[in-house]
Each structure stands twice: as C-alpha cells, then as structure tokens.
C-alpha cells in the first residue's frame, strides 16, 4: 500500500470518526440545549425579554413586526391570528385556547406579561384584547403604566424589566393583584 493510500483511509477514517461524534453527540447535545430554551420561553419567570428588542417599533401599525413580537412570547404555540384596530390603537390577539384548560394564576400572569411586553415594544399601542375560545381580556397601556409605576420605554432595558415586571410578577397575590389593575373589562 502507498502513502497515498494510507493517507486516503486516514482522513476517511477521521471524517467518519468525525462524523459519529458530530451527530451522536454535539447535535444531540444543541438540540436539548434548544428544547430547554424553548421550554423556558413558555413561561413569564423564565422567558427571554432581551431577545424581543428586535421587534421595538415606534408604530403599532407594522402587523408583520406585531406578530413577530406575539409569536415570541410565552403560550405563542396557542396563537390564532390577531387584528389591528388603527383607529383605536388596538391590537386582537386571538388563542386557540380555552381559559379553562389553565391555571388562573398562570394565564394572568402570562397575560400581563405579554400586554406589558407589547406596551414596552410598540410605542403606541393603546390597547390589547386577548381573545380565547371562552372569553377576552383588554389591557391598557395605560393602566400597565400605572402598574409598573415608570414610564414603559424605561423597561426596555433587560435589567429595568427584570425589576419592575418580574419581580412584580412572582408572587400569586401580586399576579392577581396586577391582573385586576391592568384589565379593563
């Protein structure tokens, strides 16, 4: 056998052995690490805000953005559409989702995280309407403001977020509480 050849079934060799350890284990290690991220992102307490600054708009007009923004936030694979109401300021975003199929305390906080997220976001929106299979929930930015006690645009900042939404967001009391301020219904 020349060298040639012997170089030939080495590098084959290494690509197979590199083959066998891409696929058995550095793939399967990046898609747990994905479905753990994914996992988190279903939740308020763990859902990753910073990754939405992409989506700040100043005009709530941008339906392509608006969606973008719902589908990543938390019970996104709930989603049913949504509508704009230019004329109020108001986006509809629709669930394929009956409220009885979850914890109270979870969709409120869910729902005030999400209404927050979208009032942060998109500079003029006025107003949320969640819609489900059951029933509907409008949040105001108004309200939301006067929820979080600062100015919205504060709260874009990660870190601003974390200590105003969340931590107003970690007690059931405090989820409840919140609920009742921001709900307009």
Do not use: C
């Amino acid at each position: 056998m020349t060298i040639k050849n012997k170089w030939i079934i080495a590098l084959v060799a290494i690509g197979i052995i590199g083959f066998i350890i891409v696929e058995g284990v550095v793939n399967p290690k990046l898609e747990a690490e994905q479905a753990e991220y994914e996992a988190e992102q279903q939740h308020p307490m763990t859902h990753d805000f910073a990754a939405l600054q992409k989506y700040h708009s100043p005009y709530m007009g941008d339906f392509s953005n608006l969606s973008h923004l719902n589908q990543a936030l938390p019970l996104h694979d709930q989603l049913n559409g949504s509508q704009l109401y230019p004329e109020t300021f108001t986006a509809q975003v629709n669930y394929s989702l009956d409220t009885s199929e979850m914890d109270t305390t979870d969709l409120e906080q869910i729902l005030v995280y999400n209404a927050t997220a979208n009032f942060v976001l998109i500079d003029n929106l006025e107003q949320v309407v969640y819609q489900f299979k059951d029933t509907s929930h409008a949040l105001s930015r108004e309200a939301a403001q006067q929820w979080a006690g600062t100015e919205l645009k504060a709260l874009q900042d990660p870190v601003q977020w974390d200590s105003v939404v969340r931590s107003k967001l970690e007690k059931p009391a405090k989820v409840q509480e919140a609920f009742s301020q921001i709900v307009d219904n």
